[in-house]
């Protein structure tokens, strides 16, 4: 896996879990503070975003096998983005009353019992998104490591073929050599027996000749 998309992606996952708390902190907050609040958050969205773009650039220059498994993650990183901007959109469009303000700034905003029933559904979405998000990337690492493996396995296995072929190549190149050379023996064997051949006919006919001149002699 990409070192790059890695520091990325950690960047990417602590922006996110802040926004998440700001998004919660934002929705107990009225008037200029809440506002500043908002104005904090979507300047963490323009930076999660640019992070996007940068691990969606990384992503594309890799092997196709890993940018599948990245591009994958980048969509799950994107939807959260989108719900992360979809909340931020419902806080600035509700204000809370002075009275659930007095009330929460009293208790300090610590006391999560006297937060109202919407209130504490939306605190408890922020961290099951969180809690999502983190086995979300746990998922995609186990994923990655298992397609390094498989692609490290890939290669040996390569490997071990090209040096069987290579192998294999030199076997049959000796083996051309030695069919040659017997071939040659062969050639040179043959052209020995019909020389022999010739000699042993040329010398069968001297004797054949000598034979009759003796007997022509012997009868005469």
Known sequence: ??????????????????????????????????KQKISEVKAGIDEAEALIRKMDMEARSLPPNVKAVLLAKLREYKSDLNNLKSEVKRIASTNLNQA????????????????????????????????KSSDRVRDSRRTMLETEELGVSLLQDLHQQR??????????????????????IMTNISRRMSRNKYIIGFMVAILVIAIILILYFKLK
């Open 100 to 131: 659930a303000r007095d009330e929460l700034l009293e208790a300090g905003m610590t006391d999560v019992s006297a937060v109202s029933a919407d209130q504490r559904g939306r605190l408890l979405m922020s961290t099951e998104r969180l809690n």
């Open 163 to 184: 040096q069987s072929l290579l192998n294999a190549h030199g076997n049959l190149h000796g083996v051309d050599e030695n069919i040659s050379k017997s071939k040659k």
């Open 1 to 34: 896996m990409s070192e790059t998309f890695e520091g990325y992606e950690r960047q990417y996952c602590e922006i996110s879990a802040t926004l998440s708390k700001k998004c919660t902190s934002a929705s107990l907050l009225d008037g200029e503070q809440k």
